[in-house]
């Protein structure tokens, strides 16, 4: 005879009350798994605010997509002589417990039993809803509880982390479909969490090369997590205090702009966002043999990712000329990646390139014994600075050089170009750089 009918035959030589509400509740665990999991554990805690004699529950849950593999009754039930279950009908699973011996199962809240399934390896985007279909609860006074159920699931995600094609497998189409999405105006993931690899919370040129390194670098494994952002480069890398630090600079010269790295670590990928002055179509060319470039452009801003999808190939640490464009354009944004998918941070100052020419006062001004001259360089140019007296006689030239693009800066410590001490008195400065020519004047006190 089955446990459950025992069960019931006893319950039947008393005069059971029913209906009473004592305000127990039963409730499921919900949780995730993945396709093919195999054990994935939910838990079915009692709140029984009175004690109990015994229980019969009917559990129901989603046989096309779950396997009951077995049933543990926890510890709270250890005290119990007869605790049993039995699947009667597929999807279904009755479990019960009562004590021969008269103990009954005192007022608590905890778990009871653990129940764990095998998700079927063909299950999709689906929640596998677990629920009590049928309780039976009899107190210890003989009488029917009723009891408040909530129902659990085993939530199936419709993605496996970093199979961002849905394919079921995690390979380079992988890493190509988030290239596309990237930097290609390709269509986001259907899950956008499957392409979040490295488990922070946005999408780019991180988890490029941490899927690549999970793939063929012996890299750590993927941990997928919900994303905030889902496009490139929005951050510029900041710095930390001591931390060695990587620049960027652009030098534009008949009409290409060549855009360079300077990095204190071999770089494994690159995103950057430019931005094009005159909004024309450019085109954009890799220097780097091997590390090809991504890339796609609407009106003034061009999305760009760059790296060797073998992870093979990478731009050796120090100064490497990464990127040909023709035409003329401005980093406004950018992200490197080191060999293990962390982020090589950049003087946050250093991406960006001046628009226009221009020469700054002097500071301090007046000043003694030296002062700081400042210009600024929208393109790599032959570059002179010079000091005049005020007859307009040389004193001494600061730099006579090809520059390239960015802020300068050069000090002028008051000494002529024979290495004497100038006399107190007003001094011009000129800078001449391509085109551009422009002066101004600086006090000597002393
Ligand atoms: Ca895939
Ligand atoms: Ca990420």
Redesign the pocket.
């Known amino acids: 005879m089955k446990k459950a009918t025992i069960f019931l035959v006893i319950l039947s030589l008393f005069t059971i009350t029913g209906g009473e509400i004592f305000g127990s509740t039963i409730s499921i665990s919900s949780i995730s798994a993945d396709p093919g999991d195999t054990a994935v554990m939910v838990s079915i805690s009692l709140d029984n605010s009175t004690p109990y004699y015994g229980s019969e529950m009917e559990l129901q849950y989603n046989s096309s997509l779950l396997d009951l593999n077995r049933i543990e009754f926890a510890s709270r039930l250890s005290s119990i002589s007869e605790v049993e279950y039995y699947e009667y009908t597929t999807g279904k699973v009755s479990s019960v417990f009562f004590d021969l011996t008269g103990q009954s199962l005192p007022a608590d809240t905890g778990t009871i039993m653990n129940a764990y399934f095998d998700v079927s390896p063909d299950a999709g985007q689906e929640d596998a809803e677990i629920s009590i279909s049928e309780i039976t609860a009899v107190t210890d006074g003989m009488e029917y509880d009723t009891v408040e159920t909530t129902s659990g699931a085993i939530r199936i995600p419709v993605y496996i982390c970093g199979d961002v094609d849905l394919d079921r497998v995690v390979n380079i189409f992988d890493i190509v479909y988030i290239i596309q999405f990237l930097y290609l105006e390709g269509p986001p993931p259907e899950s956008i969490e499957s392409a979040?690899?490295?488990?922070?919370?946005?999408?780019?040129i991180?988890?490029i090369t941490y899927l690549i390194g999970n793939l063929y670098l012996d890299g750590p494994p993927l941990d997928c997590a919900p994303v905030e952002k889902s496009y490139a480069s929005e951050v510029i890398a900041k710095i930390a205090e001591g931390e060695e630090c990587a620049t960027i600079y652009s030098s534009f010269d008949k009409d290409k702009t060549t855009i360079n790295i300077e990095s204190p670590s071999d770089v494994y990928g690159i995103e950057m966002i430019l931005e094009s002055s005159d909004g024309s179509k450019l085109e954009l060319k890799s220097l780097k043999e091997g590390i090809p470039v991504y890339y796609s452009q609407s009106n003034d801003q061009i999305k760009l990712g760059m790296v060797d999808i073998n992870g093979k190939r990478f731009m050796a640490k120090g100064k490497n000329r990464i990127i040909e464009i023709d035409g003329k354009v401005e980093v406004v944004s950018i992200l490197a990646s080191d060999k293990n998918s962390q982020s090589i941070p950049f003087k946050s100052s250093s991406v960006i390139v001046p628009r226009e020419y221009s020469l700054d006062q002097n500071y301090p001004n007046p000043f003694n014994p030296s002062t700081e001259i400042k210009f600024a360089l929208p393109q790599a140019s032959n570059v002179s600075l010079e000091i005049f007296n005020i007859l307009g006689r040389r004193v001494t030239t600061l730099i006579n050089d090809r520059l390239d693009a960015g802020y300068h800066s050069v000090t002028w410590d008051g000494i002529n170009s024979k290495g004497q001490d100038v006399a107190t008195g007003v001094y011009l400065y000129r800078l001449k750089a391509g085109d551009f020519v422009k002066s101004k004047k600086m006090l000597l006190l002393k």
């Open positions: 979040n690899v490295n488990g922070d919370a946005t999408v780019n991180f988890d």
